[in-house]
Structures are given as C-alpha cells and as structure tokens.
C-alpha cells in the first residue's frame, strides 16, 4: 500500500517551537488521504517528548501526527532516518517524503503546492519551497553545490572575486520562479520516496549540516533534478532550533561538527585531492581576508577561532581520517 504523503520533524530540545509549528502542520495535510506527520525526538532528556505528546493528544492531531523516540542524538540525519523507517515500516510505502524544521510554521497550500508540482515533473526528485521571516521577508534557501571556486570566494570576501566566480557561489540570490537548482535547505524539502528507495536514507555519518546536500547530490548522480519551488513557503525562525545561526547578538563559535561535516562531504564525494585544494584555498582565503580586515579596519563579526578550526579539522590536517563509508540503509 503506498499512501501520499509524509513529514518528518526531528526535535531536539526544541518542544516549544515544535509545539507552535505543529497546528499548521497538522491543517496542512489533515485533507490528504494516508498522509501523515512523524515527530523524532533524539532523546533530548528535558521533557519534550512528554510536551510533544500531551500537546499532539490534547489538541485532537493523533489522527495524523505521532511522536517517536530515537533513544539517542545522533543528529539531524540519523533522527530523520528514525522517522522514516518507523512510518514504512508502520504504514507502508510513501510516494512523498517531507522534512520540516521544528522552528517553522507552515504557510496555507505548502505541500498541494509541492505535491501538484512533483506530479507534473517526474523527472524531479527533490524538490523545496521558499523559507521567510514572519513577516513574509524571504530567506536564501537553495544553493549551488560546494566547490572550490565557492570556497575562496566566501572566505576571501572580495568583490571582484565575488563578480568573478558569480556563476559558481553556493548563494544564487532568492528566486521568484521555480527553477532547477543544485540542492535546497533540509528546512523545507520534499523528496520523492523512489530516491529514497534507489540512493538510500541520509547519511547519518553528518551529524548535522551538509546531509541534505550530499542526499541531494547522490540523486542528481542517479539521474534525478532537484527543484526550488517559491511559491511553497514556510515561516522559518532561523537557528531557533539549533542555536547555530542565530542572527542577533555577537558571533557564535562554529561547532566541530560543521567542520567535520564539510570535510566528509568533499572527501567522499570528491576525493581526497580535491578536499585538500578546497581546504588550502579557503584557509589561504579566510586568512588574507582576516588580514585586510584588520588593514582596513572593518569591524570583526567573525566566528571566534573560525581560522584555527578551519584549518584544524580540514583535510590539509587529519586527511581523509573518520570519513567513513555512508551510512543509508534501511
């Protein structure tokens, strides 16, 4: 039995927003026959599971939204995985795999919007919608794949790099047409459950960030298109749920797991040369720009000790130990 639709929250932490997101979630696919919502908590031991169950119960969601437990934090993929092997396993297949952030709210017509979409196109795998600020500002939400000429230009922050290498920033600016795209944020994004079935789950070996890129690019080798479709949106409080990017108060020191992250996704996707040119660029680049900063004077809104760390956990230093082989089976 395959049904339409599911959405995948994973919660850490976060019971709160996840709480506030989950009445628009629930209006949004309470029409859509089999759909359903599966709420990962990865073991946050601070009481949300229970918050996310009484609230789900007492508000009359339980016909299409369940909560899960991990049994652990293991990341944003690995929670992912978790609800999705529960609800095939529970329910059966899923034409229609949605990962939803808990710091969201969900716009009227989001997933019909999706939905409509993917069936007229079923060369696209993936597709996402436009993430915004509550009132309506829109967020940069789809984004080329990392690259070395990427890599020196957001670490040398010159402009006529910048105007040099415009073709090939991850960034592309915020479309107002759907259009191809190489990958879009794991904030609000739709993948047809054949990818799933043909690539794999995400690799739960990123513990968070760079997971939905590698899946993306795992498809497009596969042969499928990805999608960014602005008429599909969501309310996204950015970093709210993470508390990496947040974009008030002074800079926040960037977590290993980013670094780490980054450098699994070029080593094993790339290869270890090109990892270790991607890192010596942007270390060489971040570095000469540390350096006109303090020429010129500009203020310092870097992370604290991005430099050290960049180089730290690149390539150039630990080569290609702990990247494992993927880890995306059922």
Not at 215 to 230: I, Q, S, Y
Request: charged residues 25%.
């Amino acid at each position: 039995m395959t049904s339409r639709l599911l959405v995948v929250m994973v919660n850490w932490r976060a019971a709160k927003l996840a709480t506030e997101c989950i009445p628009s979630l629930a209006s949004e696919i309470a029409d859509l026959p089999g759909a359903r919502a599966v709420i990962v908590d990865n073991d946050s031991q601070d009481g949300s599971e229970r918050v996310l169950r009484d609230f789900v119960a007492a508000g009359g969601f339980s016909g299409v939204v369940e909560v899960v437990q991990a049994g652990r934090n293991a990341g944003f993929a690995a929670g992912n995985n978790v609800g999705i092997r529960h609800a095939f396993a529970k329910y059966g297949r899923f034409e229609f795999v949605a990962l939803l952030n808990p710091d969201t709210m969900v716009r009227p017509g989001a997933y019909r919007i999706l939905l409509e979409f993917m069936d007229g196109r079923p060369d696209v795998g993936i597709a996402g919608g436009r993430s915004e600020d509550p009132d309506a500002t829109p967020q940069f939400c789809c984004f080329r794949f990392p690259s070395i000429a990427n890599e020196l230009a957001v670490n040398l922050r010159l402009g006529l790099v910048d105007k040099l290498l415009r073709d090939r920033i991850a960034r592309v600016g915020i479309p107002t047409e759907a259009g191809p795209i190489d990958w879009v944020s794991g904030a609000h994004m739709m993948i047809r459950g054949r990818v799933l079935e043909e690539v794999g789950l995400m690799d739960e070996s990123y513990f968070l960030y760079f997971e939905e890129t590698d899946l993306t690019l795992r498809a497009k080798r596969a042969g499928w298109t990805c999608w960014h479709v602005p008429e599909s949106r969501i309310v996204h409080l950015v970093g709210q749920s993470s508390g990496v990017t947040r974009r008030e108060g002074p800079p926040q020191k960037v977590p290993t797991y980013w670094f780490e992250s980054r450098r699994r996704f070029f080593v094993l996707n790339h290869g270890l040369a090109y990892a270790l040119a991607a890192d010596a660029v942007a270390v060489l680049g971040f570095a000469l720009w540390r350096l006109r900063r303090r020429v010129q004077r500009k203020d310092d809104r870097d992370p604290p000790g991005f430099l050290r760390d960049l180089f730290r956990f690149s390539s150039l230093a630990r080569g290609k130990r702990g990247v494992g082989p993927r880890e995306v089976g059922w």
